[in-house]
Structure formats: structure tokens, C-alpha cells
């Protein structure tokens, strides 16, 4: 089975500061590991996603994500926070061993990332 | 390019009434996926096609669910007897083949609302 948390409902920061969101994750063996991105009434944008290798992954509009295997963790990160990042941010896994007959992935309950001017 | 789109993006409809939910991916993508996203929660996964067949329908709740896609493109989600507990946001994926590394890229989802 694989699970993913998001331990946090809603952040909160002020513009121009760093922001995290905070991911961790369960599986069986390996993880393939997402972000998503969802603005008021549109669907899920893809933000970024850990593969293998470099453990820091970047993506798009500045956000990147570091894979820490040990502390089975995912977060989100962004240097400078924007007010138009004010949106809701799902974490995702799908278990690498799970064999070619399943590739959905397993998402978080979402967090709330509120940007403040 | 054109994204993954979805019809009709909002559909309200009676309990106990059929409805159907279409989907169309991105052109050139084997790979599609039906999720499911209620208030205030993730998306749960409910059938996966890779080209015309149903590889993993694992998620379909009960067997009122049921989803074809018989050219191996567009996509139909089906909904017998809709109870009220059937409402949610139903969001289509689509990848571009069969690996589980592939990014699957979401559409706008149709609202579904059973009253």
C-alpha cells in the first residue's frame, strides 16, 4: 500500500519570504514522488517530480523539492514566495515496485498555501 | 499544445439518473486516468486505460462505475443510479505511455453535483 501526508492544512507566509510545504510519504519500495499545483476551480497543474537521482529536483515558476529517503519526506520549497503562488498544493506517490499493471498515484489531502501581501 | 479537456464541466442531475462524464486527452497520449475529488480532500484514483483496455479499475467504487474508451482515445466515464453521495469533482489524466515515471497531466475535471 502507499500513503502520502501532508501534516499541514494551510501555511501561511508573507511575500518575499521562504516558503515550505511539507510532504511525507509510505511505500513498499521505491517512490516516484509529485507536486501538483491547484488554482479556484481548475485542475491539478504538475509542478514537479523525484525520480531518481539528485535528491534536490527543480521545477517550474521556482519551486523545487528535495527527497530525503531517510526521513521518508518530500517538501516543497520556494526561495521567495509570490502572492500568485496563493493556491492549494497536492503531494503524490506511486510505488516504483508496483509492477506495469497499476500507475495511479496516491495523493495528499492537499495544503492550503496562503501568500500574504 | 491543446490540454487533457473534459464535458461538460459542470453536470447536476437527479438521484437514481445515468450520467456520463467525457474526456478527452491529450493527442498522441496511450495512457488515461479517471480520479475522483471530493470537498476538501485529494484525488482518489478510480481506472486506468492504457490504449483501448482497462489496465487497472482497482478504484471504481462499486459496479454502478464503469468507464470505456473503445478507440483508445477518448475516454467515457459511466454513473448508473447516481446516489448523492456520487457527487465530487471528476478529474481525467492522461500520460504518454506505459511507464510508471510518466508525468500525468490533468484536465479542468467536470463538477458533479446529485441532488
Known amino acids: 500500500a502507499q500513503s502520502v501526508a501532508q501534516p499541514e492544512d494551510q501555511v501561511n507566509v508573507a511575500e518575499g519570504n521562504p516558503l515550505t510545504v511539507k510532504c511525507t510519504y509510505s511505500?513498499?519500495?521505491?517512490?516516484?514522488l509529485f507536486w501538483y499545483v491547484q488554482y479556484p476551480n481548475r485542475g491539478l497543474q504538475f509542478l514537479l517530480k523525484?525520480?531518481?537521482?539528485?535528491?534536490l529536483v527543480k521545477g517550474s515558476y521556482g519551486f523545487e523539492a528535495e527527497f530525503n529517503k531517510s526521513q521518508t519526506s518530500f517538501h516543497l520549497k520556494k526561495p521567495s514566495a509570490l502572492v500568485s503562488d496563493s493556491a492549494l498544493y497536492f503531494c503524490?506517490?506511486?510505488?516504483?515496485?508496483?509492477?506495469?499493471?497499476?500507475?495511479?498515484?496516491?495523493f495528499g489531502k492537499g495544503t492550503k498555501l496562503s501568500v500574504i501581501p | 499544445g491543446a490540454g487533457v479537456s473534459q464535458t461538460p464541466s459542470n453536470k447536476v442531475t437527479e438521484k437514481g439518473k445515468y450520467v456520463e462524464l467525457r474526456c478527452d486527452p491529450i493527442?498522441?497520449?496511450?495512457?488515461l486516468y479517471w480520479y475522483r475529488q471530493s470537498l476538501g480532500q485529494g484525488p482518489e484514483f478510480l481506472i486506468y486505460?492504457?490504449?483501448?483496455?482497462?489496465?487497472?479499475d482497482s478504484g471504481l467504487p462499486n459496479d454502478r462505475f464503469f468507464a470505456v474508451r473503445p478507440e483508445g482515445s477518448v475516454s467515457t466515464l459511466k454513473i448508473q443510479r447516481t446516489e448523492r453521495g456520487d457527487s465530487a469533482v471528476y478529474l481525467c489524466?492522461?500520460?504518454?505511455?506505459?511507464?510508471?515515471?510518466?508525468?500525468?497531466?490533468f484536465g479542468p475535471g467536470t463538477r458533479l453535483t446529485v441532488l
Open positions: 503524490a506517490v506511486r510505488d516504483a515496485d508496483s509492477g506495469a499493471g497499476s500507475y495511479q498515484l496516491t
Open positions: 523525484y525520480i531518481t537521482g539528485d535528491n
Open positions: 486505460f492504457q490504449g483501448t483496455g482497462a489496465a487497472d
Open positions: 493527442s498522441g497520449h496511450t495512457a
Open positions: 489524466a492522461s500520460s504518454e505511455g506505459g511507464h510508471g515515471t510518466d508525468t500525468q497531466y
Open positions: 511505500v513498499s519500495g521505491n517512490p516516484y
